[in-house]
């Protein structure tokens, strides 16, 4: 599977942004993940949603601001990003695996797959 991520730039705080993941070479499997890592930090959990049946999952920093959906038909994973805050400034890696269980979505270790990451920074 090739993830390409995009959708990332400049915006103010308060402002919205909206990432893709596209995926080709095969389906996406069974969840897929946006993480971030911001400069000097770990990459982290964000989001995930389950490609059957829809489930969503988010970080308690991100939850009632971000929403991740899928559009089955175009293979591809939206990151619909909210209330942008500072703190949000992050690079944006989409991840995915066919392996992965619900217990173990927010650990990177996890998944196979990995886009080549967007960088989004929000301005204060």
């Known amino acids: 599977v090739q993830l390409q991520a995009s959708g990332g730039g400049l915006v103010q705080a308060g402002g919205s942004l909206r990432l893709s993941c596209a995926a080709s070479g095969r389906p996406f499997g069974r969840y897929v993940t946006w993480f971030r890592q911001a400069p000097g930090k770990e990459r982290v959990f964000v989001a995930s949603?389950?490609?059957?049946?829809?489930?969503?999952y988010y970080s308690d920093a991100v939850k009632g601001r971000f929403t991740i959906s899928r559009d089955n038909a175009k293979n591809t994973v939206y990151l619909q990003m909210n209330s942008l805050r500072p703190e949000d400034t992050a690079n944006y890696y989409c991840?995915?695996?066919?392996?992965?269980?619900?217990?173990?979505?927010?650990?990177?270790?996890?998944?196979?797959?990995w886009g080549q990451g967007t960088q989004v920074t929000v301005s204060s």
């Open positions: 949603v389950k490609w059957s049946g829809g489930s969503t």
């Open positions: 991840a995915a695996s066919h392996s992965v269980i619900q217990s173990n979505i927010a650990s990177q270790n996890a998944y196979s797959y």
